[in-house]
């Protein structure tokens, strides 16, 4: 998205103004002493300081700066290079500097634009990064111009759009702590999901959850008006893993770093699942889970949506309208009672509770993984809990 804006020039000429003054005192005192001589220099000093802010004036005025930007999303903390051209009108540009943005630094042209023997164009890059995730829009670069004595100083705004930039968060690999979690966490293959019903015996009917195979679907019981049901198998195997992200966090500069970690962690499990097998990911905002494959077609959709995930989009989840069938891993931006995270989700499988490390020093429970600042800790399941209780 582009937004327009109208050029305007800012003239800086009080060091010319000075000079122009300086010219007038010395022509009073040659007129006031009789000393002919000094009316020379005096009339110059004042010539000078009134031409050069209208030449440094009209020179920024015929002269501009465009950035040549070619991407709209990049990923946080990745370098991105631009390319800044700056041009000269028929009256030269004795001298300017860029102010960009997007870099947010001032960028010195290197030579200047002479008007006879200088070149009509120079382009300039430089090369930035952009560390927070979300959408950015930078105004255009703007052309500060000078003299050589900086008498007048000119600094003009372009009526060029400005670029919106969308920031990606990034992933990292998972640093699993001991060699049997992946397996226990990844659950059921994306091969074994897309299984024809035949495989199994018919165990009644259940919601419908987003990604089981169109065969699964009961059409006679849509037909009849109940809905979009499935066919439940009693050999069934373990459903894939849901990756859930609870944006919820404290209003503070603090809170936003946790969030910004939860995130680059809710990415990268994801990622990791799904090259394992597949999983699904529930985001503030879905209806329902987003099916995520070994080759990633709803990867880039998803990472668009983790990017645009802020603390006021967190809402509480209702685990048990998912309809979790296999492990859960609950990434969460503020401190949570695990007791009633279970509680809630009715799992018969593994749990999962992922926290930024700063919220997760106060648990003895055993740490599954460490990823983006994180760490996943590993919670009974309800099998495993009623095990506990007999």
């Not at 007129?31 to 005096?42: D, E």
């Not at 000269?88 to 947010?104: D, M, W």
């Amino acid at each position: 998205m582009r937004s327009r804006g109208r050029a305007h020039s800012e003239l800086n000429a009080l060091p010319a103004a000075v000079v122009s003054l300086c010219g007038g005192l010395i022509i009073l005192a040659a007129m006031t002493f009789g000393a002919a001589p000094l009316l020379v220099p005096g009339a110059g000093f004042v010539l000078l300081g009134a031409l050069v802010p209208l030449w440094v004036l009209l020179a920024a005025r015929s002269g501009g700066v465009r950035r040549r930007f070619g991407v709209t999303r990049v990923v946080e903390d990745e370098p991105i290079e631009l390319t800044l051209v700056v041009s000269r009108g028929p009256l030269g540009l004795p001298g300017a500097e860029v102010l960009e943005p997007i870099a947010g630094a001032r960028v010195p042209v290197g030579r200047p634009l002479a008007l006879f023997a200088g070149a009509r164009r120079v382009e300039l890059r430089v090369v930035t990064k952009l560390g927070r995730r979300g959408r950015h829009t930078f105004p255009p670069p703007s052309l500060t111009v000078a003299d050589a004595l900086a008498l007048a100083t000119v600094r003009k705004a372009p009526s060029a759009a400005g670029d919106e930039v969308l920031v990606l968060p990034r992933t990292e690999p998972v640093r699993w702590r001991r060699t049997d979690r992946p397996t226990r966490l990844r659950g059921q293959s994306a091969s074994s999901i897309a299984e024809p019903t035949g495989a199994g015996e018919l165990d009644g009917l259940r919601p419908y959850v987003q990604g089981s195979p169109a065969s699964r679907i009961h059409w006679p019981a849509l037909a009849r008006g109940a809905g979009l049901l499935e066919r439940r198998l009693t050999s069934e195997p373990q459903a894939r893993p849901l990756v859930v992200l609870d944006a919820r966090s404290e209003h503070s500069s603090r809170g936003e770093e946790l969030l910004d970690q939860a995130v680059r962690a809710t990415g990268s499990i994801a990622l990791e699942l799904a090259r394992s097998g597949g999983c699904s990911v529930l985001l503030p905002g879905m209806r329902a889970p987003t099916t995520l494959s070994r080759e990633l077609a709803a990867w880039p959709a998803l990472h668009t949506r983790l990017a645009l995930v802020t603390g006021a989009s967190g809402h509480g989840l209702a685990l048990r309208a998912v309809g979790i069938r296999g492990p859960l891993v609950y990434v969460s931006a503020r401190l949570q009672d695990p007791s009633r995270l279970l509680a809630g989700a009715g799992l018969s499988s593994a749990f999962v509770l992922v926290l930024p490390a700063a919220l997760a020093t106060g648990f003895a429970l055993p740490a599954a993984f460490e990823v983006a600042g994180c760490v996943g800790l590993e919670l009974p399941g309800a099998s495993a809990r009623s095990r506990s209780a007999a």
